[in-house]
């Protein structure tokens, strides 16, 4: 990782319960930012934001649901992390643990009330190498070269503006970062996503596939994607909307 890019990264450190002011979300796909006009549509139905609890974290452990993911997702001490939709934080807390003191996780959401309370969970547990940041619909708002892992676990259906998301995102891995989706195939609007259309996605922006797996315990999948060729520009982004209807 580069020098400036870390320094970046522990400024945010530095204040770890400070919350950046981030758009509130949209009612409609007709409410869109103006941020987000210069990128072609999603074209697909969106699921509403649920609730910040996927399942209660004592099942999750039980079925090895973290660790699985981490270790799927080659998380070692020092490894720095962006946990995007990190709600009540169960993958924050335990990537804290795995990164060690060394390592770094940036917690970022756009609920502001989840974020506060994981603010105080990361207080109460004196965990010193997270940082909570809240994000947009339509952008991350991640530091620059920064991370070696992004995960977004259950949340990038939620996505309204995936197109903008996903290419904004982009600047923020290191070299030979990755980003770790697991999600459920489901169609949109039902808290999931057909593996497909998530692959079709990342594609127009300037990823590719690098790992998949369909063996949680609790059901759903891992997608690993790394960066490939130039990022386009965002007029010239291909969707994925003649291939893959709403539905």
Known sequence: ???????????????????????????????????AEAFPRAERLVSTAGDTEFSTEAARDEAGEAEFVM???????????????????????????????????????????????LGDRVTREQLDNVAIKEGALDDPRLPENSFDRVFMVHMYHEISEPYAFLWRMRPALAKGGQV????????????????????????????????????????GYIARFEVSGQRPEPSKIKTCASRYPQN
């Open 180 to 219: 770790i989706v697991v999600d459920r195939d489901r169609p949109t609007a039902q808290h999931g996503i057909p593996p497909k259309l998530l692959f079709c996605e990342f594609d127009a922006v300037g990823y590719r596939l690098t790992g998949f797996t369909e063996q949680l315990k609790l059901g």
């Open 71 to 117: 270790d799927w997702a080659g998380i070692q001490l020092g490894t720095t992390v962006a946990d995007i939709g990190a709600g009540e934080g169960y993958y924050t807390i335990r990537l804290a643990d795995r990164v060690g003191p060394k390592g770094r996780v940036l917690a970022q959401d756009i609920n502001r009330d989840a974020l506060d309370r």
């Open 1 to 35: 990782m580069r020098t400036n890019a870390r320094l970046s990264f522990l400024a945010i450190i530095a204040v770890p319960l400070l919350l950046v002011s981030g758009c509130t979300p949209a009612g409609t796909a007709d409410e869109r930012s103006e941020s």
